[in-house]
């Protein structure tokens, strides 16, 4: 079993391999019970979009750790892929600006990403 902030950053990394933009990570655990952390990044367009959350479900698929639920790949605008106690999330940069989880969240505690340039 992967501890959680070991999970957080396996997905950071993923993301980051596939140039995922603005990457941050957030400690929601104070601010609801559906997660411990969220990870939410931004891709170019839907092609890199999901190539992302791709990456991120086959790595931690090879880990062993399977993704709860997932939802958006279809689309491609913005991606979710639940792993339980951390929810990544990945948009196309109009999606995020318009919902905005950053502010919904923002009393959330913001984590550093290791290795994002």
């Known amino acids: 079993m992967i501890k959680e902030d070991k999970l957080v950053q ?3 990394d993923a993301a980051l ?3 995922a933009i603005d990457l941050v990570i957030m400690n929601v655990n104070e601010q609801t019970i559906i997660a411990d952390y969220f990870v939410i990044c931004s891709g ?3 092609v890199q979009i999901r190539s992302i959350a791709e990456n991120v479900e086959n790595l931690l698929d090879d880990l062993g750790v399977k993704v709860l639920r997932k939802e958006g790949h279809q689309e491609g605008k913005w991606i979710v892929l639940d792993y339980g106690s951390t929810i990544f999330h990945v948009f ?3 999606e995020r600006d318009y919902y905005k ?3 919904l969240w923002a009393d959330a505690r913001k ?3 290791e290795n994002q340039q």
């Open 10 to 12: 396996i997905i950071a």
């Open 17 to 19: 391999e596939e140039q």
């Open 44 to 46: 170019r367009n839907i």
């Open 92 to 94: 196309r940069q109009e």
């Open 101 to 103: 989880l950053e502010n």
């Open 111 to 113: 984590v550093a990403v």
